[in-house]
């Protein structure tokens, strides 16, 4: 068996999820704090295997890590109830990463490989000062919105619901080889000077999620037309898409394993 978790954490204080070979980077990375302190809570060398590499910068409210020891100890090696490990962990974890959920796992399954899907949400602000409060979490946009900005942005993602080669959406230098993903949810909320971007699909590209809420910010200012997205994505060229907008306003809020998990938080 695995403990599959249920991760939040504060994406501004790592270098990404992804443990990096050099020890000296000016920020941890958030699987070898996870790594150390399982490995230090539970007694014994733990590995800790993530659902997602996600960037540096970029948070997280649903992400899903799974914790096995290094070495064969049976099928009772954990020593702490399932649902009770958070509160353990809680001494051994930094305050921007916290176990929002716990549950027993199969050891057939992997956090990436099994997942179906993944959401994301992209938050900005359009608001005329600047809050404190949502600088980490948010992107400040240049200037307000024209009045039907979040209309024109809900045009144009309209374009893109489907099954497409999102090529014109990964960023340079991806290893990625097949580019084709189905995106069956991508939405524009506005709610005052909040503006949130909802996106789901089978799987997303190198900074997909951030460059769609770039150039959709784009269209929105009238750079481009929600007519263009049709366009943007048959050229399969990534200089015809817009900016990428910055790490900080995006989260990895929820992965679907195609069935629900029993989550325990006691």
Known sequence: ??????????????????????????????????????????????????????????????????????????????????????????????????????AAVGDDFHPRYSALGKEYRYRMTDAPWRDPFSARVAWRLPRPLPPDGTDRMNRAAAHLLGTHDFTSFMAAGSKITDATRTLSALEVRREGESITLFAAADGFLYHMVRILAGTLADCAYGTLEPEDFQAILAARDRSRAGRTAPAHGLCLTRVDYGRPIDWLCL
């Open 1 to 102: 068996m695995k403990l599959l978790v249920k991760l939040m954490y504060v994406g501004s204080a790592f270098c990404g999820y992804q443990a990096q070979n050099d020890e000296a980077a000016p920020k941890p990375s958030v699987q070898r704090v996870l790594t150390r302190a399982f490995s230090e809570c539970l007694g014994f060398d733990c590995a800790v295997t993530g659902c997602s590499r996600t960037d540096a910068g970029v948070h997280a409210t649903g992400f899903c890590a799974a914790v096995e020891p290094r070495e064969a100890r049976g099928d009772r090696w954990l020593p702490i109830p399932v649902g009770r490990v958070h509160r353990a962990m809680d001494r051994f974890l930094p305050p921007e990463i916290a176990i929002a959920g716990e």
